[in-house]
């Protein structure tokens, strides 16, 4: 028996438009580094748009994007993201690109960034919404202390990829810990295939199955993650997704 192990023109087109519709569940996507050059993100402006255009196949129609703000490492203000996105979103036009993109920032908790909360208005993704991130080697000292601290400065922040930080897999009740005195949570979308690890991946399901998650968001940086992202469009872990109730479709341009 003979099996065709080609696919037709047909088939691939209509793989192709499931892809494109992946994502438009969501419409927008809050977590990403597409300014190009100021982080660990997408390095060149061509990069950017190629991005920004697939993430536009794949479905979205708005970003938030989020470059790093980390003393020592990322060294970013309100000034260096508000030139990046103003010098993005003019080569988008220039090209046509038809897609609401706009800055606010991935906070890393340190003591820079409780100076900074202390000092000027913070970026958010949406209202008082600020986007923070942990260590991923180890807890930060008294970090229930420091979220209430975000809180108290009149923001509420959502935790950035919450399934990565390998020293709550096994203290769950960390999470229940931090969504009861209002922090949000943010899924990686690419924890759901692996791409962080099966333990990732695990931790991930489980805050899905527990409905804790708020927001999801790509995390783009790079080539690879697009592509990853691509698979993730036809898997079945995505219906699992489509499912959920994340908020991603209330923040608007």
Known sequence: MLFNIFKSRSQEQNIDIVQEQ????????????????????????????????????????????TPHIKWGHFQNTRETISWGLNQLNKALEAKGIDISVRAAAEYYIDDFFLQLLQEEPLLVIRENQVLVELSFYAEPFRVFDIFFKIQTAGYQPVLAHPERYAYYHDRKDVFRKLKDMGVMLQLNLLAQIGHYGRQVQAVSNWLIEEHLYDYCGTDMHHENHLLQLQNLAGSKQLRMLQQYDFLNAKVMP
Do not use: C, M, W, Y
Request: charged share 25%; hydrophobic share 45%; aromatic share 10%.
């Open 22 to 65: 992946a994502f438009a569940f969501l419409g927008t996507d809050i977590h990403s580094h597409l300014i190009p050059g100021i982080d660990d993100g997408a390095k060149t402006l061509e990069d950017s748009i190629r991005f920004i255009e697939q993430l536009q196949k794949l479905g979205f129609r708005n970003i938030v994007t």
